[in-house]
């Protein structure tokens, strides 16, 4: 989509008479676009032209042309107006996900496994007919057994910080289970273990998240918090602190 506007200097009015005007207007509406504006755009004692032209392919968008009445110069000013170009407020954006948390594979393949062989055991189907089948069997069952739920906001963010390996994931829920102990029994020595974590969680964080390349490559590797720990807790002199991996 695009929109060009300019003093072009071409009398498109006087496209019946001169055909290399009607040249240039043919290829130009013959790629998807069109000219907004198709009244005289400067007037003379005896002449009236349309050198000032608007041009677009935008076909959704509803839009208003006018021309002004100014004499503030020679030309006439055009005006274009693009209605719900720009939203004024920009919309929720969604992400979706499988519900696979309580989904039965077993029952699933069993139920795949039926329902194609009773719609692909007809001997006149083609193959692109019984691909089409199975594709929209297996769509139509994981909506069934998988639906599409919303993801919440903390997905969503979880999402875009690539640099959280899963054991991060697993000493983040460590230290929010001591943190309910301190909450439940008020004990001293929780308080002391949920502080320990929490200092090391968040050097380990800050960490990963400094090094980002190198916890994407190793995060299916890392499998602990005591491993995570064990090299970043390495302290090396040279340049590369994590040559040893």
């Known amino acids: 989509m695009f929109y060009a506007c300019g003093d072009y200097n071409i ?3 006087q496209c019946d008479v001169n055909h290399k005007i009607a040249s240039y207007l043919k290829s130009v509406t013959s790629s998807g676009s069109f000219c907004l504006i198709d009244k005289p755009t400067r007037l003379g004692e005896s002449s009236a032209t349309l050198l000032d032209h608007f041009y677009t392919n935008n076909l959704t968008t ?3 042309s006018g021309i002004p ?3 503030i110069s020679e030309h006439l000013p055009i005006l274009v107006s693009i209605h719900s170009c720009i ?3 920009s919309p929720a954006l969604y992400k979706f996900r499988r519900h696979t948390n309580k989904i039965d594979y077993e029952k699933f393949n069993n139920e795949l496994h039926d329902i194609l062989q009773k719609k692909l055991s007809h001997s006149g189907m083609s193959v692109h ?3 089409d089948t199975f594709i929209s069997t297996l769509k139509n069952l994981l909506d069934k057994h ?3 739920i919303r993801q919440s906001r903390r997905e969503r963010n979880l999402v875009q910080k690539t640099w959280i390996a899963k054991a991060i994931m697993v000493s983040i829920r460590h230290k929010n289970r001591l943190f309910s ?3 439940k029994n008020r004990a001293p020595s929780a308080a002391v273990a949920y502080k320990k974590c929490r200092i090391l969680l968040t050097r380990i964080k800050y960490k990963a998240k400094q090094h980002q390349e190198l916890f994407i490559a190793y995060k299916k590797i890392l499998a602990r918090h005591g491993q995570l720990y064990m090299i970043l807790s390495v302290k090396s002199k040279s340049a590369q602190p994590y040559q040893k991996l």
Request: aromatic share 4%; hydrophobic share 35%; net charge neutral.
């Open 87 to 89: 939203p004024t407020h």
């Open 62 to 64: 509803p839009l208003t």
């Open 11 to 13: 009398n498109l009015l």
């Open 129 to 131: 007919q019984k691909f």
């Open 146 to 148: 998988a639906p599409l």
């Open 69 to 71: 009445e100014s004499d």
């Open 181 to 183: 102990k301190i909450c």
